[in-house]
T-cell receptor, first 108, second 113 residues
Framework: NAGVTQTPKFRILKIGQSMTLQCTQD?????MYWYRQDPGMGLKLIYY???????DKGEVPNGYNVSRSTTEDFPLRLELAAPSQTSVYFC???????FGNGTRLTVT | TQLLEQSPQFLSIQEGENLTVYCNSS?????LQWYRQEPGEGPVLLVT?????EVKKLKRLTFQFGDARKDSSLHITAAQPGDTGLYLCAGVDSGAGSYQLTFGKGTKLSVIP
């Protein structure tokens, strides 16, 4: 049972590039979440989904997009990467929250 | 916006000492969760407290939920180096068909052998 799997683990982007952070879970959870974690700032909610085809904005959605075509997958898209998006990104599903091991993204 | 104030932000203690981490808010939560995170990994749930005044124990860790469900504490007895990590509290809002968590900024604990 893999739980929540995130890829890639590390990525370096140049300003203006785009990328998709992948997240998949095999626990058949309806609720899925994307958080970003900055040093000393805790976890901030970017987007969440209560089921396939349904997504909603969290606290810090600007610069990101998501889709949820299946229960298993919840990818996070960065269209025009900016230095402010340098962070560690965590995907999670519930209940209770099961986190992946994160993607460390650097935008230079 | 609901806020959770967590204190202290950093804590460095000797092995065998006791410590308490606090998590305070002006908002009422459906429940409150505590997570522990190690470097390079995602947070892992330690406990969920639901009822005001509830106390839960996990070996040497004692978690308490305030009577008004606005605050919580984590007490570690006789800390061990294996307790080192980032401790996060999270308030749960399960109203209106959603299930959202508000996280505190975390307490980074170092237990020195």
């Amino acid at each position: 049972n893999a739980g929540v799997t995130q890829t890639p683990k590390f990525r370096i982007l140049k300003i203006g590039q785009s990328m998709t952070l992948q997240c998949t879970q095999d626990m058949n959870h309806n609720y899925m979440y994307w958080y970003r974690q900055d040093p000393g700032m805790g976890l901030k909610l970017i987007y969440y989904s209560v089921g396939a085809g349904i997504t909603d904005k969290g606290e810090v959605p600007n610069g990101y997009n998501v889709s949820r075509s299946t229960t298993e997958d919840f990818p996070l898209r960065l269209e025009l990467a900016a230095p402010s998006q340098t962070s560690v990104y965590f995907c999670a599903s519930r209940p209770p929250l099961h986190f992946g091991n994160g993607t460390r993204l650097t935008v230079t | 916006t609901q806020l959770l104030e967590q204190s202290p932000q950093f804590l460095s203690i000797q092995e065998g000492e006791n410590l308490t981490v606090y998590c305070n808010s002006s908002s009422v939560f459906s429940s409150l969760q505590w997570y522990r995170q190690e470097p390079g990994e995602g947070p892992v749930l330690l406990v969920t407290v639901v009822t005001g005044g509830e106390v839960k124990k996990l070996k040497r860790l004692t978690f308490q939920f305030g009577d008004a469900r606005k605050d919580s504490s984590l007490h570690i007895t006789a800390a061990q180096p294996g307790d080192t990590g980032l401790y996060l509290c999270a308030g749960v809002d399960s109203g209106a068909g959603s299930y959202q968590l508000t996280f505190g900024k975390g307490t980074k604990l170092s237990v020195i052998p």
